[in-house]
């Protein structure tokens, strides 16, 4: 009861004022519902696939796949991000190669992905990695290199010592940005796994778009695109909470407007 | 005894050009003593609490801390900034425990530690706040609990009260020297302020303009518990003016 008095009923105007304009056009064939489905048929087909089941496999693999693909940027992109910050060695051999292959769209390396991994769930992996490791990377650079140094002054004049630094200090110091990086990510691993999924899977929820698409089930096709959306605001959700549990002290300090 | 012996030290730091911040600087200091480092901005003050402290390496010269060379930053050794740097992701208590942190104090003896000095420093109630929390006099305090939470011998204070208000200012150049007393350290305090520099010191050094070097040392023979009220006195008008002829005399 709660929760529904917290509500802001405020929020829900403007896309219930679309359903239902949607659904007219839709009921008055005013647009013909084969490209303009109404709403009421899109979620009676996406309640067709909740209850037969089907639908689940798709999200499941989707969500496997772009979730093996973010752990294993995160995990490069974090590795490599404190390596290039920390040495001015490994900063000179990757940078020139971070900033060739940042600006290749994703999409671009499709194909050689293909070629590559073949067209099973490695090359779908290898480019949500590709998508997700550049924010992670470069945040995780910038954030370690813009610890102010008076800082690490400070630190090191209380006793702390090369290894400290780096867990006490440097790392804490820029985990905001760090994890504005991952949350930036989330949001691309959607992004890339929807469409590569639609260029060539058998499974996924990219696949049920496009398949959908092809087999004129336009219902679908649009009930696909709603899941696709509750995903990414899941994910969105999922990275915004974890953001401010982490970082409590920083989400505070920017929301008053002041910094420490 | 000197705890504080400065012998000739130069630095220039080689940025885009050369810059002579200090150069021929000499300074002894007694055990206990509070010195205040006086001088036109850019003299290089900060310069030599960085040298002094370990946290800038010294072009020629040396310094000793207590008959040793310096090598690097030791706890022993604390210093307060003027902008304060605390861990902003660190509680209160969390920051003035950094130092026993990393010496690997053990847990209870760490929160003994912290207890004493946030109690010493007036912040009992504030141990979970973050800093942003906090004003910056407050701020201004939880540092300097940070620093005395590794039993410093010395105390570098580089223009701690700076960018504070002046009422709390004065509060706080009240509390310190009773910090300064109870805490039992050497304070090498560098200010801009002449009057701040008469009321909390033994020895105001005046400083020449870049590249730094010690033109005058004036001890300040007024007694302590110093108050406030002396600030009002021919004794301190007349330090004050003594000071202001060679702070003048460089700018």
Not at chain 2, 3 to 12: G, H, L, P, T
Request: glycine share 6%.
């Amino acid at each position: 009861m709660r929760i529904l008095s917290e509500f802001n009923f405020k929020k829900i105007i403007s896309p219930l004022f679309i359903l239902i304009v949607c659904e007219i056009i839709g009921r008055t064939r005013l647009i013909d519902p084969f490209f303009f489905p109404p709403p009421s048929a899109i979620f009676k087909s996406l309640w067709q696939m909740t209850i037969t089941g089907e639908i689940f496999p798709h999200i499941a693999i989707s969500v496997l796949r772009a979730v093996t693909g973010y752990i294993i940027a995160a995990a490069a992109g974090l590795f490599l991000g404190i390596l290039v910050a920390g040495s001015k060695l490994f900063e000179n051999i990757f940078d020139p190669l971070i900033e060739l292959i940042r600006p290749i769209s994703t999409f671009a390396i499709v194909p050689v992905m293909f070629v590559w991994f073949g067209i099973g769930n490695g090359s779908k992996i290898a480019i949500i990695v590709k998508a997700c490791f550049f924010p992670i990377v470069l945040n995780t650079i910038a954030g370690i290199k813009g610890v102010d140094l008076r800082l690490i002054q400070a630190a090191r004049s209380l006793g702390a010592n090369g290894r400290q630094l780096w867990t006490m200090v440097l790392i804490p110091s820029a985990l905001p940005m760090i994890i504005t990086g991952m949350r930036i990510s989330t949001a691309m691993s959607m992004l890339a796994i929807v469409g590569v999924e639609m260029l060539a899977a058998d499974s996924g929820i990219g696949f049920l778009v496009i398949d959908a698409q092809r087999t004129f089930a336009t219902d679908r096709m649009f009930a696909g695109i709603i899941v696709i959306s509750l995903m990414g605001v899941t994910f969105d959700k999922i990275a915004r909470f974890v953001q401010q549990r982490i970082l409590s002290w920083h989400t505070d300090t920017s929301l008053a407007g002041t910094s420490a | 005894m000197f705890i504080i012996e400065a012998q000739k030290v130069c630095k220039i730091f080689n940025k885009r050009e050369e810059i002579t911040a200090i150069e021929n600087f000499s300074l002894k200091v007694r055990e206990n003593e509070f010195v205040s480092i006086i001088g036109p901005s850019g003299c290089g003050k900060s310069t030599f609490l960085l040298l002094a402290a370990g946290l800038e390496s010294i072009t020629s010269g040396q310094i000793f801390i207590n008959g040793s060379k310096i090598n690097g930053p030791d706890p022993k050794r604390a210093i307060v900034f003027q902008e304060y740097l605390l861990f902003p992701w660190k509680t209160v208590r969390k920051n003035v425990e950094f130092g026993p942190l990393v010496r690997k104090v053990m847990k209870a003896e760490r929160r003994k530690i912290s207890d004493k000095y946030i109690k010493m420093v007036g912040l009992e109630g504030f141990e979970d706040r973050y800093p942003h929390e906090l004003s910056g006099g407050m701020k201004q305090r939880v540092a300097i609990a940070r620093a005395l939470a590794n039993e410093p011998e010395v105390l570098f204070m580089d223009e701690p009260f700076g960018s504070l208000d002046s009422l709390t200012r004065e509060m706080l150049q009240s509390e310190l020297l009773q910090i300064w007393t109870e805490a039992k350290c050497t304070v090498i305090f560098v200010t801009h302020s002449i009057s701040e520099a008469v009321y909390l010191s033994d020895r105001v050094v005046v400083m020449s303009r870049r590249p730094g070097r010690i033109i005058a040392d004036i001890r300040i023979n007024l007694k302590r518990p110093r108050l406030r009220e002396m600030l009002s006195t021919p004794e301190f008008s007349e330090y004050e003016r003594k000071i202001r002829e060679f702070v003048w005399a460089q700018v």
